[in-house]
T-cell receptor
């Protein structure tokens, strides 16, 4: 069955430090890949997506992610974290054959930012 | 423009009661999705609609859960004989059409079953 793994449940980084959130997926073909952010009391907001083409994708708020087929990974990065980036981050896969547009989410990584 | 809205934002009910959760998608979006998010977990797919019809309801946990979208716009998720395990945040999302367009999520309805 298709699945998404986010190995880190909680990460703390200092403001201004770089960030990498890990995501691995299990699927035989190349899925469509997404990163969403969820702030307290807010809905899920799409940060970026990968459908095809350039494996390094740029998103909003200075985030980027790199698709690595050989590692079945789609890690999210940001060179310098801001305090406002503290939130829950979800990796998701879609475009799975014969399963329409539904998304399969990882369990999330909670990001805390130290001043 | 208006985003996806969900009502109520919070719902507290007693075990065994019936509840309805409403989702208003973005105008013009033909695809509508329901997900359930339990504490500390990522959202789990429940059902999605393409127009008025349920294209995939494979995520509904059992026959106590049912959803409708009679006019291809607003959708209602209905839960009969609620159980404490149904407590979660129920998220609705819509997209321009079925497939791999961005899904825009609503703020969710937090359901608590006492």
């Amino acid at each position: 069955a298709q699945s998404v793994t986010q190995p880190d449940i909680h990460i703390t980084v200092s403001e201004g430090a770089s960030l990498e959130l890990r995501c691995n997926y299990s699927y035989g073909a190349t899925p469509y890949l997404f990163w969403y952010v969820q702030s307290p009391g807010q809905g899920l907001q799409l940060l970026l997506k990968y459908f095809s083409g350039d494996t390094l994708v740029q998103g909003i708020k200075g985030f980027e992610a790199e698709f690595k087929r050989s590692q079945s990974s789609f890690n999210l990065r940001k060179p310098s974290v801001h305090w406002s980036d503290a939130a829950e981050y979800f990796c998701a896969v879609g475009g799975i054959y014969n399963q329409g547009g539904k998304l399969i989410f990882g369990q999330g990584t909670e990001l805390s930012v130290k001043p | 423009g208006a985003g996806v809205s969900q009502t109520p934002s919070n719902k507290v009910t007693e075990k065994g009661k019936y509840v309805e959760l409403r989702c208003d998608p973005i105008s013009g979006h033909t695809a509508l999705y329901w997900y359930r998010q339990s504490l500390g977990q990522g959202p789990e797919f429940l059902i999605y609609f393409q127009g008025t019809g349920a294209a995939d309801d494979s995520g509904l946990p059992n026959d106590r859960f049912f959803a409708v979208r009679p006019e291809g716009s607003v959708s209602t998720l209905k839960i009969q004989r609620t159980e404490r395990g149904d407590s979660a945040v129920y998220l609705c999302a819509s997209s321009l059409e079925q497939g791999f367009h961005e899904q825009f999520f609503g703020p969710g309805t937090r359901l608590t079953v006492l």
